[in-house]
């Protein structure tokens, strides 16, 4: 079981392990924000779950805290409670299938992508319209608001998963079994 001081050791590295990852998600997003969608949230999240399972899926959640702190509260919040830890803990179960297949991963990537811009449309036609009237009329209003948006996002994605992914993962898992 190990020495109560062990232990406590490596709860400390977890915890750190956490807040290092929540703060490159957010340095990332914040030094990205200037480019709409362009954004390299996804590639860390995704990555995160990847690589520390459980302990991604808790950054995700510490990153989706810290947000409302910078930004203020909106509809945005319930999307990125729901989303970001499914981001995770998709790549989680995808690392506990040993998938390692830069293609199937990208097309995990581009597959949550694509149905953030779904999400973000239910829920803000749920929550911000507040009317059920004419529901999937105005979801298909909202929706194409941002199709830009999204392909721009897609993009990044596509350009970045089959690039850096499979390099970056390699490292995390590097400095896994060094710290932990």
Not at 40 to 52: K, Q
Not at 62 to 89: D, K, Q, R
């Amino acid at each position: 079981m190990g020495s109560p001081r062990r232990r406590s050791d490596k709860l400390v590295r977890k915890v750190a392990l956490i807040g290092i990852a929540a703060a490159t998600i957010e340095c990332g997003k914040l030094a990205l924000a200037a480019i709409p969608n362009v954004e390299v949230v996804t590639l860390l999240i995704a990555l995160y779950g990847y690589v520390f399972g459980v302990w991604g899926v808790v950054a995700s959640l510490v990153f989706v805290s810290i947000e409302p702190m910078i930004w203020g509260v909106n509809t945005w919040v319930i999307t990125y409670y729901l989303y970001w830890p499914l981001v995770a803990a998709v790549f989680w179960g995808l690392s506990r299938l040993r998938v390692k297949n830069r293609f199937v991963l990208t097309g995990a990537a581009l597959m949550l992508v694509a149905w953030f811009g779904v999400l973000s449309s239910l829920v803000d036609v749920g929550l911000f319209m507040g009317v059920f009237d004419k529901f999937w009329y105005r979801f298909g209003i909202l929706y194409s608001r941002g199709i830009v948006f999204y392909a721009v996002e897609l993009a990044t994605n596509a350009v970045l998963f089959p690039t850096c992914f499979p390099f970056l993962s390699e490292l995390l898992f590097k400095i896994k079994s060094r710290f932990f």
